[in-house]
């Protein structure tokens, strides 16, 4: 197995609606909100123009992928949206890279500090795993999502 990261296109969004329908709700209903989040016409709360989504891939199937946007919710400056891997392909670090795709994006736009609703206690273990701290009772962040890229150092 050998998985490949890439930007996301628009072409994948029917993929990403079947990704994210795996934990909730149906691809019809995430359509049009993938759609319109990627093309910069659906905004989540307090969200900024500028974002970007990632996926991974074996082969030609989509297995993963990953989404964040600059923000200005909870004084934070950018916030990681959606991350999202298929059932076969978990515990396999598919998330942990993709975190580190979107790490290295949000560098790149001098954001620091990163918000994320974990939305359970398993990916809230899983963020914790990557260095994120509890922000308040329900959401956690990143002081600095630089550590993320400078894990390994």
């Known amino acids: 197995m050998e998985i490949n990261y ?5 072409a994948d969004i029917p993929a990403l609606a079947r990704l994210r329908s795996e934990t909730w709700g149906e691809a019809d209903y995430w359509i049009p909100r993938i759609t319109g989040y990627l093309n910069g016409t659906h905004h989540p ?8 989504a990632f996926v991974a891939t074996d082969g030609v199937k989509i297995v993963g992928f990953i989404a964040g946007h600059l923000t200005a919710r909870l004084d934070c400056e950018g916030e990681l949206q959606w991350i999202d891997v298929t059932t076969g392909y978990r515990r396999k670090g598919i998330a942990s890279q993709l975190a580190l795709v979107l790490a290295a994006w949000f560098d790149e736009q001098g954001v620091q500090k990163v918000c994320v609703d974990p939305g359970n206690d398993i990916a809230r273990k899983f963020y914790a ?3 994120a701290e509890n922000l308040d ?6 002081k600095d999502i630089i550590i993320l890229l400078n894990k390994d150092d």
């Open 129 to 131: 795993s990557l260095g």
């Open 6 to 10: 890439r930007i996301a296109t628009n």
């Open 137 to 142: 009772q329900h959401w956690m962040y990143w």
């Open 45 to 52: 709360q307090k969200a900024l123009a500028a974002r970007a």
